[in-house]
């Protein structure tokens, strides 16, 4: 049974199930990429990403699962959209990346970039609190896990005298609800 | 200043103008009611889920984006401020009316029907195919002298669902212009400001607003104009130039023009003061 060419057979289907994953729950058919590009010169970020979006679609096409779920590229992207505008075919390049996202965090293998994730994650743990977000909250949690307190204190300063970032929080009065919705998931 | 002839519609704020982006939460109600809408806040509304919830759960998001649409009463549109939080929750409404299975989940959560007529508007609906003329009769300050570069973001761009929404290119200039300011065209109006990689990535985004802000710079402007909060933090925020030009929110401009002189705690709360420019042009005291 094991075969080289039984384990490249095993290999093949468990590509192709990933691929049909990503499909399924972006709800994007990423098959009618045909790389040119158009996505990868547009975006604003392409500097700080080990793949260009395009070649991130790529890694999906060729089933290259690891490799999709482990690079940069796909915390990197921030949703902008200018690729989805510029793709010829309409592919919805941020919700693949965004899937891919999802994906990593459920398979809870190597994130590239742990500090992105750290941050989704304090803003969702105040939305989880008072149903809004709470800048200073995200702020000082995300300076307390880098133990980086100096690189922003300018900036913080400057919002704080300016009023730009409130003490206490906005918060939603019927907390139930939010809380409810993360009753059942284990991302929060 | 309520009167028989203002039309009500409900206003979905979001955490950035409520909190950080205050000035641009004063200045569009006040704009709002010069144009004859008033704004009633949606009762009890949450965060639309960011880009955080859409890159980490997709579930949460839904649920958080669904929880506004059920909130929302029938028979008067929802207008949202924030370009994030329309994406998210334009998204959202598409995705219960397509799908039958998830309306009906959330249909049973909170007990009403689904809303698919809900129209979910950005507040430029309300100045598209105005006539100008009328909003001119109103002006009571020019804005005339004033050079400008419009700064629209991302928020001209779309998923490909949503392809068929209205992009609202060059109404920041059509609108502004009717009103004696001077737009500048430069190629940095619909570049991403980088949202929350501003956190995460700071170099990278520095970068990038310096490259705008100094585009601004070249073309001639006296100021860039944005109708992103969350665009307009980062442009201050992460600009490291020596002397960067101001970054006015549409809604602030816009007052101004029509006359609304209570915009004390609006200048105040910019980290560049744009009270110099503005006095400079005699557009406040």
Known sequence: MNTPSAKIEKKIQLGSKFAREVKERSGTDFNSCYHCQSCACGCPFSEAMDFLPNRVIRLVQLGLKEEALQCSSIWVCVGCNTCSIQCPNGVDISAITHTLCQIAIEAKGTVAEPDILKFHREVLNTIHRYGRTHKLEVMLRYKLHKRDWFSDMGVGMKMFTKRKLELLPSRVQHMNDIKDFFKQRKTG | ?285
């Open chain 2, 1 to 285: 200043m309520q009167n028989s002839n203002m039309m009500d519609i409900t206003y979905f704020p979001g955490c950035s103008l409520a909190t950080t982006a205050k000035e641009n939460n004063l200045s569009l109600i006040e704009m709002c009611r010069k144009l004859g809408v008033n704004l009633i806040e949606l009762t009890d509304w949450n965060c639309c889920g960011s880009s955080s919830a859409d890159v980490v759960d997709h579930e949460i998001a839904l649920d958080l984006a669904a929880r506004n649409l059920f909130l929302a009463p029938t028979g008067r549109p929802l207008l949202v401020a924030c370009p994030n939080c329309i994406l998210r929750l334009r998204q959202a409404h598409l995705e219960l009316k397509q799908n039958e299975i998830k309306r009906y989940k959330y249909e049973k959560k909170w007990g009403k029907k689904f809303n698919a007529k809900l129209q979910i508007i950005h507040f430029f609906e309300l100045l598209d195919g105005k006539d100008l003329s009328i909003l001119n009769k109103n002006v009571a300050t020019s804005l005339q002298g004033l050079k400008f570069v419009p700064y629209y973001g991302c928020m001209l761009s779309r998923p490909n669902t949503l392809k068929h929404e209205k992009k609202y290119v060059g109404l920041m200039e059509k609108i502004l212009t009717s009103l004696g300011a001077e737009p500048l065209s430069w190629p940095f109006a619909s570049r991403c400001c980088g949202t929350f990689l501003s956190v995460t990535k700071p170099d990278i985004i520095t970068t990038i607003v310096n490259r705008i802000i100094s585009g601004a710079i070249e073309a001639g402007a006296d100021c860039l104009v944005t109708a992103c909060s969350m665009c307009h933090l980062n442009l201050e925020v992460r600009c490291s130039l020596k002397s960067p030009i101001p970054t006015l929110h549409f809604s602030e401009l816009l007052s101004l023009a029509l006359g609304v002189r209570k915009h004390e705690d609006w200048f105040s709360r910019h980290l560049v003061d744009p009270r110099p420019l503005l006095k400079k042009k005699a557009l406040i005291r």
